[in-house]
């Protein structure tokens, strides 16, 4: 009932920036949280940070917490993720999903982009 599609990934240098698109299509209003993850070759997933569809409660990663910033744009169907000083570690496929309403867990994801951060 939800698609979502990323987009804004790329190759950088430390210290840079970058900023992803997470557009969401369909039955968005059964949208509660949007969330960003992202796993690394040869590692877990792991979340990046959260946020209400409706743009409340944003929560981080502690690896992110002060670089990274998750805003919810409603009208625009889209959830970004603006990511400053970004560093080699950083580099993974960074997907974006999608939790209901009545449910406890994310159900919804996009195919991710891909980011490259080199020293």
């Known amino acids: 009932q939800v698609q979502l599609v990323e987009s804004g990934g790329g190759l950088v240098q430390a210290g840079e920036s970058l900023k992803l698109s997470c557009k969401a299509s369909g039955r968005t209003s059964s949208l509660y949280r949007v969330g960003w993850f992202r796993q690394a070759p040869g590692k877990d997933r792991e979340s990046v940070g959260e946020i209400n569809w409706t743009g409340g409660n944003p929560t981080y990663a502690d690896s992110v917490k002060g670089r990274f910033t998750i805003s919810s744009a409603n009208a625009e169907n889209t959830v970004y993720l603006q990511m400053n000083s970004l560093i080699p570690e950083d580099t993974a496929n960074y997907s974006c999903?999608?939790?209901?309403?009545?449910?406890?867990?994310?159900?919804?994801w996009g195919q991710g982009t891909r980011v490259t951060v080199s020293s």
């Open positions: 999903a999608a939790r209901p309403y009545g449910m406890g867990k994310f159900v919804t």
